[in-house]
């Protein structure tokens, strides 16, 4: 007899799989309407002491940048005199902050734009872990300070 | 027996991902940024996915009741842990000092810890998906 092709995963796994495709679909449809309840982006603004917008950059003088982003975004580009680090290279960016740190620079953190949140993360854990007071975000990350600060 | 056993693992597989994915629903913000910790997706994709994720969660925690809907459930939550392994495993191997954000806020374990309890509850998955294996 010869070798015949069934064709796929015949009807049990298309049964399952079409069933599976309903529980996603349906859970898609839950969550859109869930976030249009509270919101697809975190809250952040003027209730947040440390989210910096670009305005508020011209009245800080000698600003310690540090780019939260991965490390292969950092090496093509990032502001002039920025360092490294995020919780993957924690240890190794924290050393080098502490090297360059004075206590009358503010530390600024960006990530990718303004819907990261890694910026606000890391800020948030050098003040705590460090103690430092003035330790920021910056709410455009990347996308605004490539077209509105000086970067390389 | 075989029923009374079936019945104990679906009541523990559904109490789990529901109580994992309740948790996340409580704050998908927090959500957002626990995976963005993972250093794979950020911005959009990390706030579309915190809302998306513990929705599947919950509904195919739901669906493993009905028998009919049983398999694909627990092929849906099977995959969803596999993802969530293959993330563990990646933060796992680049070293990184998280919380693995499994359990929302309340239930924080390490990256190595969520590793061994998915890699039990995918055992589970798949005894039920072997005492199912005759349902269309």
């Known amino acids: 007899m010869p070798f015949k092709y069934s064709g796929g995963y015949g009807p049990r796994g298309r049964g399952i799989v079409g069933r599976g495709l309903v529980i996603c679909l349906l859970a898609l449809v839950l969550a859109f309407f869930h976030s249009l309840l509270v919101g697809l982006e975190p809250p952040s603004g003027p209730e947040d002491p440390y989210a910096l917008s670009l305005g508020d950059l011209a009245a800080i003088p000698e600003i310690i940048w540090i780019d939260a982003r991965p490390e292969g975004a950092f090496e093509a580009g990032s502001v002039s005199g920025a360092l490294h680090l995020n919780e993957e290279t ?38 705590e872990e460090l103690g430092l007071p003035e330790v920021y975000w910056f709410e455009g990350g990347w996308k605004e300070l490539e077209k509105g600060w000086p970067v390389r | ?14 109490l789990f991902f529901l109580y994992a994915g309740g948790s996340k629903l409580v704050d998908p913000h927090a959500f957002s940024l626990a995976i963005e910790r993972y250093h794979l997706v950020d911005g ?10 513990p929705w599947v969660e919950c509904v195919a925690a739901l669906f493993l009741w009905p028998r009919r809907w049983r398999l694909a459930a627990a092929a849906v939550l099977g995959g969803l842990m596999l993802v969530f392994q293959v993330a563990l495993t990646m933060a796992f191997v680049r070293g990184l000092d998280i919380d693995c954000g499994c359990l929302g806020e309340g239930l924080e ?6 590793l061994l309890r998915n890699f039990f509850i995918l055992l589970l998955l798949l005894w039920v998906a072997r005492l199912n294996r005759h349902e269309r």
């Open chain 1, 90 to 127: 924690w240890e190794r960016g924290l050393s080098t902050l502490l090297e360059t740190w004075e206590p009358d620079r503010p530390v600024i953190v960006f990530c990718d734009d303004s819907g990261c949140g890694t910026s606000r993360v890391v800020a948030e854990r050098l003040r």
């Open chain 2, 1 to 14: 027996m075989k029923i009374g056993l079936e019945r104990l693992l679906l009541a523990i597989l559904s």
């Open chain 2, 44 to 53: 959009l994709a990390a706030h579309l996915l915190a809302f998306w994720l």
């Open chain 2, 109 to 114: 374990m390490s990256v190595t810890g969520a």
